[in-house]
């Protein structure tokens, strides 16, 4: 029971950190100022007492977008919170330069604007001086700064550490419970070769070596230099407390072929690098602890959706 709870505390989904969440919003929010500035500039600047200048007001209408685009798509959002601070100090200098001949309506209106656009800005440089101060890695299952993708899970499996070990440092029984896997074969002086499910039903092919192999304990293997998908990985075994069952950490790295833009996409479309690592930690559970890993192939099923098919099957 308490290997049990443990396991459920262990597998809780890691949220964002601060700085994401908040950099997320204030993307979400350059995106709508952006597209009511593109398509209603009149009205806006009529709202805030700044007069008619639609072309000003649709230039700063692309900026927002721009900036808003960056921090929803990219991983560091530190110079889209920089280019955000830059673009609030521009809004700050037209708005004081149409209170120069401004009547006192059109006063009351931008000092409005000004207070809020203030505040925006006091959000915009904090963020960015989070984002900049924070260490450069990143929440798990998202692209690094390099490009680069970390995915780190945990599970707890009622066999002793030996038997996880052995069933692991077999490297030929990895394709039993890793999905994306299709074989792995043993070379000489320590190296394998692995092929692995890519995009649209392709194959990818690499070698990767052994970097760390304490029995029991931790197994730990990279890529050899020139691979096409540069990875890195290392599993950790821990007996329990209570001497019944091991912890079971795995944790990866690797650069994949489209880059960050790639990554993006396929968490749109279902192909979730964490919930992979997720599943795969709990069919390695299965299979050590009943001998078998339930499957669904065979069983009648819907259309399949569009992503499934350009991913090779992902999401399953």
Known sequence: MRLRAASRGIQAPRRPEPVDRLAQGLGWFSVALGAAELLAP???????????????????????????????????????????????????????????????????????????VLAVTALDVYAARAARERPAAAAPGSALRDGSVRVEHSIAVNRSAEDCYRMWRTLENLPRFIHHVESVEMRDSGRSHWKAKGPAGLSVEWDAEITRDDPNAVIAWRSVEGSRIPNSGVVRFAPAADGRGTFVSLSLQYEPPTGALGLTLAKLFGADPEQHVREDLRRFKRLLETGEIPTTQGQSHGPRPLWYRAFGGAGR
């Not at 700044?50 to 798509?73: F, K, M, N, S």
């Not at 955000?84 to 001949?101: C, E, F, I, N």
Request: net charge positive; glycine share 12%.
């Open 42 to 116: 009149r009205l806006l600047g009529r709202a805030i007492g700044a007069g008619d200048h639609p072309a000003l007001t649709r230039g700063c209408g692309l900026r927002e977008i721009a900036a808003g685009v960056g921090l929803l798509t990219r991983p560091d959002p530190a110079p889209w919170l920089l280019a955000r601070v830059a673009g609030d100090t521009m809004d700050l200098a037209m708005l004081a330069a149409a209170m120069a001949d401004a009547d006192r309506d059109a006063m009351r209106r931008l000092s409005g604007a000004a207070v809020a």
